[in-house]
């Protein structure tokens, strides 16, 4: 693949993160827009100019001058000293995103630095050289400082890399090994690689694709979870969405309905003379739900596709315009209100699917055996299940809390708010986690409901899913370790198996 600094999508970068094969390489356009830039920089350093970044100071040293003959040095100093993150590393797959978003931003030709820079990049990429980048120490302004700089102090041969038995080795070691030579900077190439929120977008971009996927595990879950419930399907007629047109909420209406089929002998068995008006909201407000979480979703990922195609550095360079201008496109706050957002629409999907899991151990809504266990007592059946799931849904009540809602002021008032965005991507990758095993219990519970309905069977999707499922994690006659059944799902629903075997039966999920 080729980069021209616009054409990073949601698919392709994921692609190329999960895929150590895949080369990458700057595309002829890109290369011109950066000579085009870099030469017009090269000048205006030649006539004696002060420009911020390249031979001035940075934040608050801003007005020290800097003589040419320390322009270099000064551009290493930068990357060591910003070079302080802390905590576990960010893994390889984020860490090859985000080098492909910091060449791809490089490559739009704004930023006066040479087309080496991006094609060194891009030559560690392309022979796994990764470097180790810790996961905390970015307040989200003036970029990912920290943690580009660690990404920087690699690529310039002084910093870790991920070696061949995933621990961290001295990049030195590979360089060798594989006969490349580590970048030299030049003058403003140690500031455009660490301004920029290719952090936090890299890590929401690999979390959105994961999320999107869920979006439709939610929906298989939901659809099970009504067959075992014995709710209706009346909730879903098109003609109700229509009067309410978010997208995701017709979206979700057809999801269901081609998942549950228009009857199964399970909805033909209560569909006369059925005590029950109508069904809780878990069940009857999923298209209302679900679809909202889409709605969001699908924006989130707009906004961190835009800034994945994006010039974050500063100063900007517009060579045809004649023009070095000072700006503040590096700040994260794009980034991190939708983070945020996500986060908040994840944790909600997450809730709802915890509702469907408490109806179903409850005997007075579902109105089956407690805990959905048929010797209760001797057994506790779910009792915990739905206990776990509670717990993982009120963490990411604590996690949905915005991270961009605080600023604090750093590099002595200069720098006087910040985004927090990288905190907020960081917050979104864990409530995903949470949300995955919450789905996945609900799925557990699905199941043995509706084998408690036996032999009244489900239909098209909801049915597929079912016997993919105990084709591996059998119907729990007696207590056994729940945990592993969990485990088991979920490795089905992060292999892609479920969403797979249920558009096998009923054709592709919207979202």
């Not at 949601?10 to 190329?16: D, H, K, S, T, V």
């Not at 180790?132 to 989200?140: A, L, R, T």
């Not at 945020?340 to 007075?364: P, V």
């Not at 996945?440 to 079912?466: W, Y």
Request: charged fraction near 20%; charge should be neutral.
């Amino acid at each position: 693949m080729q980069i021209n600094g616009e054409n990073i999508t949601l698919e392709n970068l994921y692609q190329i993160a999960t895929t150590p094969s895949m080369k990458v390489e700057l595309s002829a356009s890109g290369k011109a827009a950066m000579q085009k830039s870099r030469s017009y920089i090269e000048g205006r350093i030649s006539s004696g100019e002060v420009m911020y970044g390249v031979n001035t100071g940075f934040g608050a040293f801003s007005s020290v001058r800097i003589s040419d003959a320390e322009i270099e040095q000064l551009q290493r100093n930068l990357i060591r000293s910003h070079s302080v993150g802390v905590g576990t590393p960010f893994t390889k797959k984020e860490t090859r995103a985000m080098m492909v978003l910091r060449a791809n931003a490089l490559a739009k030709g704004h930023s006066g630095i040479r087309p080496v820079v991006v094609e060194k990049i891009l030559e560690f990429l392309n022979n796994d050289i990764i470097p180790v980048v810790p996961s905390q120490g970015s307040v989200g302004a003036s970029g990912d400082l920290a943690p580009l700089s660690h990404l920087a102090l690699t690529i310039i041969g002084e910093g870790l890399a991920w070696g061949k038995d995933g621990h961290p080795v001295d990049v030195r070691e590979l360089l060798k090994e594989k006969n490349i030579e580590p970048l030299e900077l030049k003058a403003k190439e140690g500031l455009s690689m660490i301004n920029g929120c290719q952090v936090m977008t890299s890590v929401g971009l690999l979390s959105l694709w994961e999320a999107r996927r869920l979006l439709w595990l939610a929906d298989i879950a939901g659809a099970m979870s009504l067959e075992g419930l014995r709710g209706t399907r009346k909730a879903f007629d098109p003609l109700i969405s229509a009067t309410r047109p978010h997208p995701g909420e017709a979206k979700t209406a057809r999801n269901l309905m081609k998942l549950l089929g228009e009857t199964s002998q399970i909805s033909e068995s209560h569909s006369i003379n059925d005590h029950r008006v109508q069904d809780a909201y878990s069940l009857r407000c999923m298209p209302a739900v679900h679809g909202a979480a889409k709605d969001a979703l699908r924006y989130v990922v707009k906004v961190l596709e835009t800034e994945a195609n994006s010039s974050t550095d500063n100063p900007l360079v517009f060579a045809d315009e004649n023009k070095v201008l000072s700006c503040g496109n590096f700040h994260g706050m794009p980034v991190a209100h939708a983070m945020d957002f996500a986060g908040i629409a994840l944790s909600s999907q997450a809730s709802i699917s915890e509702c469907r899991i408490s109806k179903m151990i409850s005997t007075q809504m579902s109105e089956l055996p407690a805990f959905l266990t048929p010797n209760g007592g001797l057994n506790s059946g779910h009792m915990i299940v739905q206990v776990a799931a509670a717990s993982l849904v009120s963490e990411n009540k604590v996690l949905a809390h915005p991270a961009s809602v605080d600023s604090i002021p750093t590099s002595a008032e200069k720098e006087d708010h910040v985004s927090m965005g990288t905190i907020a991507a960081r917050k979104f990758a864990q409530i995903l986690r949470n949300a995955e095993h919450v789905v996945a219990m609900e799925l557990l519970s699905a199941c043995q409901a509706i084998d408690m309905l036996a032999p009244l069977q489900p239909n098209a999707g909801v049915k597929a899913v079912f016997e993919h499922i105990r084709k591996t994690v059998p119907y729990a006659k007696e207590d056994r370790i729940f945990y592993k059944d969990i485990e088991a799902i979920k490795a089905m629903m992060l292999g892609n198996e479920l969403v797979t075997v249920a558009e096998k039966a009923i054709g592709p999920m919207e979202w």
